[in-house]
Every structure is written in C-alpha cells, then in structure tokens.
C-alpha cells in the first residue's frame, strides 16, 4: 500500500514570500503521478499541479512548481510571490499507473498555508 | 458545466438514522468516487463508479455504507444505522476514465453531523 506524508501541519508567511510544503511518500511502484491540491475554507479541492514520476522535469504552474526527487520519494510544492488567497489546506496525493488508476488518489493529512497580510 | 454538485451541504442526523448523499458528476465523466475526509485527515478513497458499474467497493468502511449509480449519471451513497464516528466531510469526484492520470474534479462535499 502506499502512503503519503505531509509532515508540517501548519505553515505561516508573510504576503509576496516564498514557501515550500514538503511531501514525502511510500510506494514499490515505478510509474505513477503525484499531485496538489488545495482546499480552502469551505470550498472544493481544486488541483494545483501535477507530475508525471517517468518525467524528469519539474512541473511548472505559473506561481507554483514542485521539487520532485524521484530517488528519495520526495515532492515538495514552491509557492512565489504568496498570495492571501493562497490561504487553504494543501494536500499531496499519489496515483498508481498500473490498474488505470482503479486504487484512486491516496492523500496525506494536509499543511494548513495562512498567508499574512 | 457547472462542476460536480453535492447535495445536500449540511445533514444533521440523529444517531441511528439513514442518511442519503447525492453527487451529480460532470456530464462527459464516466468515472464517479467517494471519499471520506474527518477533520484533520487528507480524504480517504471509498469506492469508484466506471459509467454504472461500481468497480471497487472493498474500501467501504462497512456494510452499513453502501452507494449507488444506476443510470451511470448521479450516484448516490447511503449511510445506514449511522454511528457518532460517522460525522465527517463526504466529498464525491468525478474523472473521466481516458484521463484518469490528470486528476480528479472534486465537489464541495457533503457535511455529515450525527447527534
């Protein structure tokens, strides 16, 4: 089984700052893809980025990009130039290749972002 | 398209009672899931829809849950007996099956309170 583990519970930044969310997880696999995903108050979680494990290249969305260490099971997501509308729950999650994706996104526990003013 | 919609938003249930959630996906999505999301925990993976068929149900964290999508469009999931540990964010996801890898679209859940 896989896991997925978001070892800061909560993070705080100055507005215009740069931040890291660290993501670390477990899997036998060699293909799979990893994702973020934000979830602010009350509202739907909204994917932020998306790697694939075979691509070597980072993953790139305007303000955020990731840090994916393939050997390590690393996947840390950068945000620039924070936003307060960067405030949100951000969740790591994986996706095996094999099985066309039948065992869904397994999650970690999340890293609560406040962007200060 | 206006997203995945759940209904209702907020259900306040009395221990014991039945409760019924729907989730109407995307319109070209054949694929549908369910998760459990309990406060402070990342959602958990309950079951998934392929069009009508419910290809994986094993993670249902009971015989007491049980879902639903007849007409391979709306799905809906059924708690019954409902017990205090219950009470969590039910939140449904839809995808459609040839691009599975890009990610889910998610609803704004379904906030389940047993009292």
């Known amino acids: 089984a896989q896991t997925v583990t978001q070892s800061q519970p909560e993070m705080s930044v100055q507005e215009a700052e740069t931040v890291t969310l660290s993501c670390t997880y477990d899997?036998?696999?060699?293909?799979?893809?990893l994702f973020w995903y934000k979830q602010p108050p009350s509202r739907q979680m909204i994917l932020v980025i998306r790697?694939?494990?075979?691509?070597?290249q980072n993953a790139t969305e305007n303000r955020f990009s990731v840090n994916f260490q393939k050997a390590a099971k690393s996947f840390s997501l950068k945000i620039s130039d924070s936003q307060l509308g960067d405030t949100a729950m951000y969740f790591c999650?994986?996706?095996?290749?094999?099985?066309?994706?039948?065992?869904?996104?397994?999650f970690g526990k999340g890293t609560h972002l406040i962007i200060q003013p | 398209d206006t997203g995945v919609s759940q209904n209702p938003r907020h259900k306040i249930t009395k221990r014991g009672q039945n409760v019924t959630f729907r989730c109407d996906p995307i319109?070209?999505?054949?694929?549908l899931y369910w998760y459990r999301q309990t406060l402070g925990q990342g959602p958990e993976f309950l079951t998934y829809?392929?069009?009508?068929?419910?290809?994986?149900k094993s993670r249902l964290l009971s015989d007491r849950f049980s879902a639903e999508r007849p007409k391979g469009s709306f799905s809906t999931l059924e708690i019954q007996r409902t017990e205090q540990g219950d009470s969590a964010m039910y939140l449904c996801?839809?995808?459609?099956?040839?691009?599975?890898?890009?990610?889910?679209?998610f609803g704004s859940g379904t906030r389940l309170t047993v009292v």
């Open positions: 319109s070209e999505h054949n694929r």
């Open positions: 829809f392929q069009n009508e068929a419910q290809l994986e």
């Open positions: 999650a994986f996706m095996m290749y094999s099985g066309g994706g039948a065992d869904g996104l397994t």
């Open positions: 899997t036998s696999e060699n293909n799979y893809y």
């Open positions: 996801a839809s995808s459609s099956r040839d691009r599975v890898y890009d990610g889910y679209t």
């Open positions: 790697q694939e494990a075979y691509k070597q």
